[in-house]
């Protein structure tokens, strides 16, 4: 099992720029494949963006494309999630989740969560 946290979350004005990242610890996170969802109060979890085992891969949900970077770096065991051109509509708590899948868009491909980290962006 791997367990993961999220850290980097904050406040930042729209426009603005955040790197997210997640340290994983137990099992090494170069055996999964990672992903990084969204979710605000009331609504459903969503996808944002997946990278692959090693990286040669990734995916990103049309709201984020071109605005965010996910990355790994597995000597680390961390992934990241650089987001730039901030919007107020990427306010939400960001979570960190590992699948043995790789490139998985899907909640229910990821068996490993961390607890989330808030990032608020203001207008």
């Known amino acids: 099992q791997v367990q993961l946290e999220e850290s980097g979350g904050g406040l930042v004005q729209a426009g603005g720029s955040l790197r997210l990242s997640c340290a994983a610890s137990?099992?090494?996170?170069?055996?999964?494949?990672m992903a990084w969802f969204r979710q605000v109060p009331g609504k459903e979890r969503e996808f944002v963006a997946t990278i692959s085992r090693n990286g040669g891969r990734t995916d990103y949900a049309d709201s984020v494309k071109g605005r965010f970077t996910i990355s790994r770096d597995n000597a680390k065991n961390t992934v990241y999630l650089q987001m730039n051109s901030l919007k107020p509509e990427d306010t939400a708590v960001y979570y960190c989740?590992?699948?043995?899948?790789?490139?998985?868009?899907?909640?229910?491909?990821?068996?490993?969560w961390g607890q989330g980290t808030q990032v608020t962006v203001s207008s």
């Open positions: 137990g099992r090494s996170a170069s055996t999964y494949g």
């Open positions: 989740a590992a699948s043995i899948l790789e490139a998985a868009r899907v909640q229910w491909a990821y068996t490993n």
